[in-house]
Every structure is written in C-alpha cells, then in structure tokens.
C-alpha cells in the first residue's frame, strides 16, 4: 500500500484545515488508517484512527473534540479535519495503514502501523 497525504499548511490559532490522504493498492475498505505527527524534536505520537468499519474512531486526548477523522471507501481517502487549532499542534501529520493484528484503541503507537506515507506540515501560527 502507498499512501500520499495532502492539505498542510500554515494556518493562524484558531483556524481549520483538512488533511486528506489517498491509499493505492491493497484492499482500503479491509482494514484501518491512523493519522499521527511528529514535532520537531519530538518523538512520533499518535492522533486519531478510524476502523474498516467507518464508525469505530479513537482520538488522542490532546486532540479531542477538536478533530475527526473520517474515511471515503469508494475514493479510497481518509482525512482529517482539524478545527480551533493551537500551535502546539504544528508538526508533521502522517498517514498509515494499521497492522491487521493491532486492537484499535487511543494508545497506538509506531509499533501498530504496517506503512507509512510521507509527511504533510501544518504549522500554526499564534
């Protein structure tokens, strides 16, 4: 599976942007995608994930109530959209393919992901 995300950028607190990543190859509506992002100096943390089933979705306390993540099985695409940003939450987001085997859960980590796409960076401004 090769996965692309989009729609970074730089955006003042208090906005919202949308993050987009498109999966080629591979069954997309057979398993589960995870957004995660990593700060300069920082170590990769998790952010949200979204189950084959659509409807099972875990988020991060940091990121809660603030961001959704959904999934668009006939384009395969997963998004995230991300409202009344902080600039804490500058980094660089990552989609990912979940492991078949992980448990879905608000604790993931990088141990629970099969691959990676490249980064996109959002970066709020204050």
């Known amino acids: 599976v090769q996965l692309q995300a989009s729609g970074g950028g730089l955006v003042q607190a208090g906005g919202s942007l949308r993050l987009s990543c498109a999966a080629y190859?591979?069954?997309?509506?057979?398993?589960?995608m995870a957004w995660f992002r990593q700060a300069p100096g920082n170590e990769r943390e998790f952010v949200a994930c979204?189950?084959?089933?659509?409807?099972?979705?875990y988020y991060a306390d940091s990121v809660k109530g603030r961001f959704t993540v959904s999934r668009d099985d006939a384009k395969n695409m997963v998004y995230l959209q991300m409202n009344s940003l902080k600039p804490g939450d500058t980094a660089d987001y990552y989609c990912a393919k979940i492991l078949d085997r992980a448990t879905m859960s608000s604790s993931f980590s990088v141990d629970d992901i099969e691959s990676w796409g490249k980064g996109t960076l959002v970066t709020v401004s204050s």
């Open positions: 190859g591979g069954a997309f509506s057979t398993y589960g």
């Open positions: 979204i189950h084959r089933n659509g409807w099972t979705k």
